[in-house]
């Protein structure tokens, strides 16, 4: 059964960074793609960014030039670095597993497997 766990959430100032982390098991994750989705309260999930098993990368136009998607094939993990964050960046963060697919994707109909979710928390 492949897992998904969140790290790395808190509470920021506006201007600041955090890097979230997801640590994969039971599954073969270096031929997952990944991505990072976030919702706020009272909104949709929506997507943050994500990469393919070969490294390619797709980011959302809120974050691009700000956050930056990577990952660790050793350690079964992916992460999130968020840079010059924004009051608007607060959300609950879920990192996901595509186990099918070879491209990065922004629909969260594409992937098989979710984590419980990390809370961020930016302050104006």
């Known amino acids: 059964q492949v897992q998904l766990v969140e790290s790395g959430g808190g509470l920021v100032q506006a201007g600041g960074s955090l890097r979230l982390s997801c640590a994969v098991s039971g599954g073969t994750f270096r031929s997952y793609t990944m991505g990072w989705f976030r919702q706020a309260p009272g909104k949709d999930r929506e997507f943050v960014a994500a990469i393919s098993w070969n490294t390619g990368y797709l980011y959302a136009d809120t974050v691009k030039g700000r956050f930056t998607i990577s990952r660790d094939n050793a350690k079964n993990t992916v992460y999130l670095q968020m840079n010059s964050l924004r009051p608007e960046d607060t959300a609950v963060y879920y990192c996901?597993?595509?186990?099918?697919?070879?491209?990065?994707?922004?629909?969260?109909?594409?992937?098989?497997?979710w984590g419980q979710g990390t809370q961020v928390t930016v302050s104006s």
């Open positions: 996901a597993a595509d186990s099918k697919g070879t491209l990065p994707k922004s629909r969260t109909y594409g992937y098989d497997y």
